[in-house]
């Protein structure tokens, strides 16, 4: 039987990391994350080479995570265009019930959009299946992606700064604003921004 220990005190270091991340502290100090891991010191190096690598560590579990919800919140879904709307209004409402997720998030930047795991896989995936369904005219899928990212980075880090704005208007109003642009009818886009979730 293996000793789980190494497991319990990597996962201790990259749910640090991840805390530290969200608060913007990517300063600290090996010591004060092993501390608010409540592990030993010299541990750290058992399992991360640098700070940075352990940076690098948080922010692809939180996109593993992120991922993860998606695959349950579209699992039944085939539509592209109703994948996108679920997809984003999902990661919108993540920002009033998984709040440090989305702050690492935005803390990671607009990099985050090129990662292999999170936000662009499968939102590129939906923007393609869109495209070779009829369901989105997109002249540059690649350039429309970015422009959708920037513009979900943006409407998280509104709702971090107004914690008294509806996260479910903005996710709505985001959806049918970013539908149509991809080419989807204002009707089709208003009802598929406020549908109810799976």
């Known amino acids: 039987m293996s000793d789980p220990r190494p497991i319990r005190t990597r996962a201790a270091l990259v749910n640090a990391a991840s805390a530290l991340l969200a608060e913007g502290r990517v300063t600290a100090s090996i010591q004060e994350i092993t501390d608010l891991a409540g592990v030993g010191f010299g541990s750290f190096h058992n399992h991360f ?3 940075d690598a352990l940076w690098e560590a948080a922010v692809q579990e939180t996109m593993l995570a992120h991922s993860a919800m998606l695959a349950v919140a579209s699992a039944d879904i085939t539509d592209p265009a109703e994948r996108f709307a679920v ?3 999902t990661t919108c409402a993540m920002q009033r019930s998984l709040p440090q997720m989305v702050k690492v998030v935005l803390n990671a930047g607009t990099r985050i959009l090129n990662l292999p795991d ?3 896989p499968q ?14 005219v997109v002249r540059d899928p690649e350039l429309a992606f970015m422009a959708i990212g920037g513009a979900l980075l943006g409407a ?3 709702l971090v700064d107004r914690p008294e704005v509806s996260a479910e208007e903005v996710a709505s109003n985001l959806a049918e604003s ?14 598929l921004a406020t549908a109810p979730l799976p």
């Open 123 to 136: 939102a590129r995936a939906d923007i393609a299946d869109g495209v070779e369904h009829g369901r989105f």
């Open 87 to 89: 997809g984003l209004r």
């Open 118 to 120: 999170g936000i662009g």
């Open 49 to 51: 080479g640098s700070k």
């Open 178 to 191: 970013l539908l149509r642009q991809l080419g989807v009818s204002a009707e089709e886009a208003a009802r």
């Open 156 to 158: 998280l880090q509104h």
